[in-house]
């Protein structure tokens, strides 16, 4: 028997000001409704990796689902 896996990716930026905790809020928010979303189809998350900015942080977040 073999099983499918099946790679899903989230992209991210956040402001990373100091200025930006609304925008900042909002992204958040944003963010886990989309992990919320994957999951619900059977997506679980495998990976996140952070790139810094200067004026943005960048968050790419990996999802895999086994498919039988």
Same mark, same amino acid.
């Given at each position: ?5 099946s790679f +899903?990716? #989230?992209?991210? !930026?956040?402001?990373?000001? @100091?200025?930006? &905790? ?7 928010g944003?963010r886990?409704?989309q992990? &919320? @979303?994957?999951?619900? &189809?059977g997506?679980?998350? +495998?990976?996140?990796? !952070?790139?810094?900015? !200067?004026?943005? =942080?960048? =968050? #790419? @977040? !990996?999802?895999t689902?086994? @498919?039988?």
């Amino acid at each position: 028997m073999s099983t499918t896996v099946s790679f +899903a990716t #989230i992209q991210t !930026t956040f402001p990373s000001g @100091d200025k930006d &905790h609304y925008r900042l809020s909002q992204k958040v928010g944003e963010r886990d409704q989309q992990l &919320h @979303d994957y999951g619900r &189809h059977g997506y679980r998350l +495998a990976n996140t990796v !952070t790139v810094p900015g !200067t004026e943005f =942080v960048t =968050v #790419i @977040d !990996t999802l895999t689902r086994e @498919d039988d």
